[in-house]
């Protein structure tokens, strides 16, 4: 079976260059952005016409926390424009974001888009979420038979940019608002600190702290 690349959370997100429902993009011109880019398996199918409906429903809420959304598939413009324009008259939400016709399947090799176990000219449900300096900090991947949770990406987005922000981590279920986690202490010494501090404990590797703006 061939083998399968996957650009890994700390890389830097390979650059491509790519025709689009927006015209030609290259990766590198969203830097300053964060960007989620997702592929789906194809056009005219009905999982990916929900999640496609889905992600435009919520696109001014990427768009908030500074997020460009990216689409893929390996169908052509054409295709892309007129399933949009479905969408549109099906479900009422424009699709704003740039689509990537994937006809060569340049990116979806780049990204490991492609599992041969599952297909070899179609992409699986792949979402990567590259910060503003173009670096990979999260991956998912989903099968054809099952769509995404737009919800839980708008959260993971919101959770890294947090933690990047104020220095701490997240627990699980984490939603804006909520208490998060203090960085473990690392030496015996910033132990038995730690265990004297302020904070909702609940031993001296597992602290918290309010949520701050």
Not at 10 to 39: H, N, Q, Y
Not at 76 to 100: C, D, L, N, T
Not at 102 to 114: K, P, Q, R, S, T
Request: charged share 30%; with cysteine.
């Amino acid at each position: 079976m061939e083998e399968v690349r996957i650009p890994l959370i700390g890389e830097k997100a390979p650059e491509f260059e790519a025709v689009t429902t927006k015209g030609k993009i290259k990766l590198s011109d969203f830097l300053g952005k964060w960007v989620v880019l997702f592929s789906h398996p194809a056009d005219f199918t009905p999982v990916c016409t929900t999640e496609f409906a889905a992600f435009a429903e919520k696109q001014e809420e990427f768009k908030k926390r500074n997020v460009q959304l990216i689409g893929l598939s390996i169908d052509s413009v054409y295709s892309h424009i007129a399933w949009i324009r479905e969408i549109q008259k099906y479900f009422g939400f424009k699709v704003e974001f740039p689509v990537i016709a994937d006809l060569d399947m340049n990116v979806a090799h780049l990204y490991g888009m492609i599992h041969p176990g599952s297909g070899k000219t179609s992409t699986v449900r792949t979402v990567f979420v590259i910060d503003d300096k173009g670096i990979v900090r999260a991956i998912l991947y989903y099968p054809a038979t099952n769509g995404r949770n737009i919800d839980e990406i708008l959260r993971l987005v919101d959770a890294l940019q947090y933690t990047d922000k104020h220095g701490v981590a997240t627990p699980a279920n984490w939603k804006v608002g909520e208490k998060v986690i203090v960085p473990t202490p690392l030496t015996v010494d910033d132990a038995e600190k730690r265990m004297k501090e302020d904070y909702e404990k609940v031993d001296w590797f597992l602290a918290f702290k309010k949520y701050e703006k």
